[in-house]
């Protein structure tokens, strides 16, 4: 990282994060929020954190209440302000050899380890430990705090926080998701939808082919025209993703006990990811009008056959122009210059962007230590993102040198 200009003669130039940051992210680990259990008791956590300082809140909860997002503003809410997104939810730790218990943080060696720390309660900490500066700072426009769950399997808990935040009296300017990204900017990210395909055949015996309908076979023939249907997008690209096109991917075929017998079920998951400007639309029916085609030949074997499709996870890419203002003077706020990069991997990002939210992902930590046992992040990381907190509260101040936007 280049050295930056510092914003304020306040500031200190430490790497070490403040002890009420440790404290928090220490709380915020503490918190198996696996997305596969509610995750009232953190965002009751967050909540009476936030009205400690004097913050009333919003709960957007799930359908069966078991979940909620949270929604709070500090500052003049009659103004375009910046919204700062983080999920609660974090991946599950089974399977993996953790050196030290996962939802313990534990500090060695100038790292925090604990599962989340990267992705994205180091985050979420750091926004909570600067909740005091944007008291006292955000006096000319507002931050809206914006928690979800359930990011983790397919942003499925952020729809209904996106539209509450995309509906508020003034909506803000700028939002800033700050999944790991080792504090870089980012502006741009690949979409995706992925389905489950359950394929209902009709089974018998294996000398009698002809009087049942065989699902495995059923599936290779959707697989061999979603290979068709990926080969045909590789022609529309954009440089600034690897690869440059949209991808169609099977990830998981299932089908079929025995030799001797027909197997009358088989179960297939893909996914796109699609590139900006893709027609996402037209390949959905693409797809769709070869699974029909498919299901219609397994019926006129077996009246009973059938494919359903179940929906899995999908999210918009997110498209921010790399001209965006606000993207290099959030860059000159991490102290790294450089130009707004793009992101191998989905966030909520591009919700925000679908609402018409101009938004940008930087954040603390490394995706790649993300999901993994010892997932971890530097005390320096957790340093540089708790200035940039304060730096992004000066800049809502009555008198800032640098507006974000
Ligand atoms: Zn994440």
């Known amino acids: 990282m280049a050295a930056g200009a510092l914003r304020t003669g306040t500031e200190t130039s430490s790497v070490e994060p403040s002890a009420g940051l440790l404290r928090l992210l220490t709380d915020l680990i503490g918190f198996q929020s696996v997305s596969a259990v509610s995750n009232l008791p953190v965002i009751d956590y967050i909540a009476a ?7 009333d809140s919003r709960r957007i909860p799930n359908a069966a209440g078991d979940k909620a997002s949270l929604l709070a503003t500090i500052g ?9 997104s983080a999920h609660t939810d974090v991946v599950p730790v089974e399977g993996q050899d953790w050196s030290s218990p996962p939802f313990t943080a534990t500090i060695r060696d100038g790292r925090l380890y604990g599962r ?3 992705d994205m309660k180091g985050f979420l900490a750091t926004v909570l430990a600067a909740v005091p500066d944007f008291v006292r700072h955000a006096t000319a426009r507002p931050v809206h705090l914006c928690f979800s769950y359930d990011e983790e399997i397919g942003c499925a808990g952020a729809p209904d926080l996106v539209a509450a935040t995309a509906t508020l009296p003034v909506p803000p300017a700028l939002c800033l998701v700050g999944e790991p990204s080792s504090l870089k900017v980012a502006r741009a990210h690949k979409g995706k939808f992925a389905n489950r395909l359950v394929i ?5 015996h294996s000398a009698l082919p002809h009087r049942a309908a065989n699902a495995v076979a059923a599936a290779a023939k959707i697989v061999v025209g979603l290979e068709a249907i990926g080969a045909s997008l590789t022609a529309i ?3 600034a993703f690897e690869p440059p096109y949209t991808t169609v991917h099977v990830g998981s075929l299932r089908g079929g006990g025995a030799l001797n017998l027909v197997p009358d079920r088989a179960v297939l998951e893909y996914e796109v990811r699609t590139i900006p400007g893709a027609d ?3 390949i959905r029916a693409r797809i769709d009008a070869l699974v ?8 006129a074997q077996a009246a009973e056959a059938d494919i359903t499709v179940e929906p899995i996870s999908a999210y918009p890419g997110l498209d921010t122009p790399a001209g965006l203002p606000a993207a290099a003077k959030l860059a000159r706020l991490t102290d790294c210059n450089e130009a707004p990069i793009t992101l191998a991997y989905g966030t909520e990002a591009g919700l925000y962007d679908e609402a018409g939210i101009a938004t940008l992902v930087c954040g603390p930590g490394d995706i790649a230590r993300a999901h993994k046992a010892d997932e971890w992040i530097g005390l320096d990381e957790l340093a540089s993102a708790e200035r940039l907190m304060r730096r992004l509260a000066l800049t809502l101040s009555d008198a800032p040198t640098d507006p974000l936007f």
């Open 49 to 55: 954190y936030l009205a400690q300082h004097g913050i």
């Open 76 to 84: 003049p809410a009659d103004r375009p302000g910046l919204a700062l």
């Open 116 to 118: 989340g720390s990267s």
């Open 200 to 204: 209902t055949g009709k089974g018998g």
């Open 237 to 239: 690209t954009d440089a």
């Open 280 to 282: 996402a639309a037209g």
């Open 292 to 299: 029909a085609e498919v299901r219609a030949g397994l019926k």
